[in-house]
Nanobody, 124 residues
Framework: QVQLVESGGGLVQAGGSLRLSCAAS????????MAWFRQAPGKEREIVAV????????RYKDSVKGRFTISRDNTKHTLYLQMNSLKPEDTAVYYC?????????????????WGQGTQVTVSS
């Protein structure tokens, strides 16, 4: 089992920044792909960024490239998402997720473990 707890969400004006954290506990953290997803009201859950545990490879949703940075600290068992130049369309509940199979996927259904989510609201 892996337990995930997100933090760092909040209300910010457009153009501002937030840093999300996801603290993991349970099984070996460093051997899993980890990702950030988000879900806006009335919309499907979508990938924001994923980081591969073996290669360190990173993929981003096109609309966040150049603005968001995903990173992980295996010693602290924590995943991060630095979000800069935030836009109102970034408003959503943000979730971290773990894929024990290492598929480096954008698909939510392959992620086995999820946090409870943290709300990010960007005002215009």
């Amino acid at each position: 089992q892996v337990q995930l707890v997100e933090s760092g969400g909040g209300l910010v004006q457009a153009g501002g920044s937030l840093r999300l954290s996801c603290a993991a506990s349970g099984r070996t953290f460093s051997n899993y792909d980890m990702a950030w997803f988000r879900q806006a009201p009335g919309k499907e859950r979508e990938i924001v960024a994923v980081i591969n545990w073996s290669s360190g490879g990173i993929r981003y949703k096109d609309s966040v490239k150049g603005r968001f940075t995903i990173s992980r600290d295996n010693t602290k068992h924590t995943l991060y998402l630095q979000m800069n130049s935030l836009k109102p369309e970034d408003t959503a509940v943000y979730y971290c997720a773990v894929d024990p199979m290492g598929t480096y996927s954008y698909r939510p259904d392959v992620y086995r473990y999820w946090g409870q989510g943290t709300q990010v609201t960007v005002s215009s």
